[in-house]
């Protein structure tokens, strides 16, 4: 073998292996960001679990703390692990005292829950309807309701599982209709 050809061989030894590190370090800040973002889901998790274990021994449910329908806390969760710094969540509502657990129960009785509304809504209407549409009419006709399209999407599933409305294909588009249509005319008396 000549000098040259050594030195060829080298040089090419060389380079794969400044590539290699390269891929290597690559990799590690990947796996050190990921190591992260399971450190987050980790701590969101055992707060769950804690808050669980507090409430496990109430028989009754209405002393649980109260989640609002139109509350999107899977997509706020499912956000926070892409940021750069750690966000967890408050431990204020983490757990309520006994008297604010029953105020919060009291006050939000008289707000009529979302699947209520969609099905309301969905009473009204002759033709199978758009989860979309069902949002554009519940921010119109409840302003102080704001819930995600997904929330609706997911509240519109759950009734479906509970066998309260059904669900229609058309294509690539999915609609509801009640079940047993209470049909409303739109047109005449106040409903």
Not at 10 to 37: C, G, I, K, M, P
Not at 85 to 100: E, I, N, Y
């Amino acid at each position: 073998m000549t000098s040259q050809s050594a030195a060829t061989l080298r040089s090419r030894y060389v380079d794969q292996a400044a590539s290699d590190l390269e891929e290597n370090r690559e990799r590690q800040r990947e796996l050190t960001h990921r190591l992260a973002v399971l450190k987050q889901e980790e701590a969101l998790l055992l707060d769950i679990l804690k808050l669980a274990e507090q409430y496990e021994g109430f028989a009754d449910s209405s002393r649980l703390p109260e989640q609002s329908q139109d509350e999107p806390v899977v997509a706020k969760t499912k956000r926070a692990p892409g940021t750069a710094g750690s966000r967890r969540p408050a431990p204020a509502r983490s757990a309520p005292k006994d008297d604010a657990t029953k105020a919060g129960a009291a006050g939000k009785a008289h707000r009529p829950l979302l699947g209520d509304l969609l099905t309301e809504l969905l009473d009204r209407h002759d033709e199978p309807r758009l989860a979309k549409e069902l949002r554009e009419e519940l921010l119109e006709k409840h302003p102080d309701r704001n819930p995600t399209p997904q929330v609706v999407r997911n509240t519109l599933e759950a009734l479906v599982a509970k066998g309260r409305i059904q669900r229609h294909k058309q294509q690539r588009s999915v609609l509801y209709t009640p079940v047993t249509p209470h049909r409303k005319n739109t047109s005449g008396a106040d409903g």
